[in-house]
């Protein structure tokens, strides 16, 4: 499992290189929790170009993380999933409460 970061303005764009399921769960959660915190942050867009599996612990995770910003008034959204780990949120109707974009530039078009 490999994450980087980037900040464009008040979005941060959060690369995730490997599984997004239970085993890294608490690597993804240290890694994320300063960027959550950082106020100057507004929205983190996580791109899941070079994931190719969310578990349902992944997806627990995502909306764990969902919550926590929404309670701070920010956004979380999401882009480049494939179309294995695009239906296991589905399945939990996970996509019906986060944002998903096909593309990272499509997402940043829309939200800087």
């Given at each position: 499992?490999?994450?980087?970061?980037r900040?464009?303005?008040?979005v941060?764009v959060?690369a995730?290189i490997?599984n997004?399921?239970?085993s890294?769960n608490?690597?993804i959660?240290?890694?994320l929790?300063?960027?959550?915190?950082?106020?100057?942050?507004?929205?983190l867009l996580?791109?899941?170009?070079?994931?190719?599996?969310?578990?349902?612990?992944?997806a627990?995770?995502?909306a764990?993380?969902?919550?926590k910003?929404?309670?701070?008034?920010?956004?979380?959204?999401?882009?480049?999933?494939?179309?294995?780990?695009?239906?296991?949120?589905?399945?939990?109707?996970?996509?019906?409460?986060?944002e998903?974009?096909?593309?990272q530039?499509?997402?940043?078009t829309?939200?800087?």
């Open positions: 499992m490999k994450l980087s970061h900040i464009e303005k008040n941060c959060v995730v490997g997004f399921a239970l890294n608490d690597e959660s240290l890694y929790e300063p960027l959550i915190e950082n106020p100057n942050i507004k929205i996580i791109d899941f170009e070079h994931v190719e599996v969310i578990d349902s612990k992944g627990g995770l995502l764990s993380v969902f919550k910003l929404s309670n701070i008034q920010k956004e979380l959204v999401l882009c480049e999933l494939n179309i294995n780990c695009h239906s296991v949120l589905k399945t939990i109707s996970l996509d019906q409460i986060i998903i974009h096909q593309t530039k499509e997402a940043l829309e939200k800087l």
